[in-house]
């Protein structure tokens, strides 16, 4: 069962996928950057990443990114299908492609500079 007490998931607007609503909750949302995170209860890089990334909820709400999270424990063919090694993994899709991973968990730093050039090179200019 999901630990969807953690601050995290109250801090970060965030919505759960599953097998069954994986396709249709992206294909919903194909024209915003997307920033799917991986985990698993009880999972100790997870806990760290969630905590540290719960710290920075404001960052994490204002990413440009439309955010979704998947618990790979209750959702292992989601984890089979993405080819996952280990978690947390942070993949990243735009208009339904697939742009890249982010695994393990690099600190804070170089993720929301990863997160930064991904919205710099998908996101028109205004």
């Known amino acids: 069962m ?3 007490n953690h601050e995290f998931f109250k ?3 965030i919505e759960e996928l599953n097998l ?3 396709e249709s909750r992206l294909k919903a949302v194909e024209d915003n950057l997307v ?6 209860h009880d999972c100790p890089n997870c806990e760290i990443a969630k905590g540290r990334l719960g710290e920075e909820h404001v960052a994490m709400n204002n990413s440009g990114l439309k955010w979704f ?3 790979t424990y209750e959702n292992f063919d989601l ?3 993405f080819g996952l090694f280990g978690i947390p993994t942070f993949i990243f899709f735009h208009k339904g492609k697939r742009l890249g ?4 968990f690099p600190g804070l730093d170089p993720f929301f500079t990863a997160l930064s050039e991904l919205k ?3 996101t028109p200019e205004n």
């Open 2 to 4: 999901a630990d969807l």
């Open 11 to 13: 801090k970060v607007n």
């Open 20 to 22: 069954t609503n994986f």
């Open 35 to 40: 920033g799917i995170f991986f985990w698993g």
């Open 69 to 71: 999270h998947v618990n």
């Open 79 to 81: 984890g089979t299908q």
């Open 101 to 104: 991973r982010i695994s393990p």
């Open 120 to 122: 710099l090179k998908h």
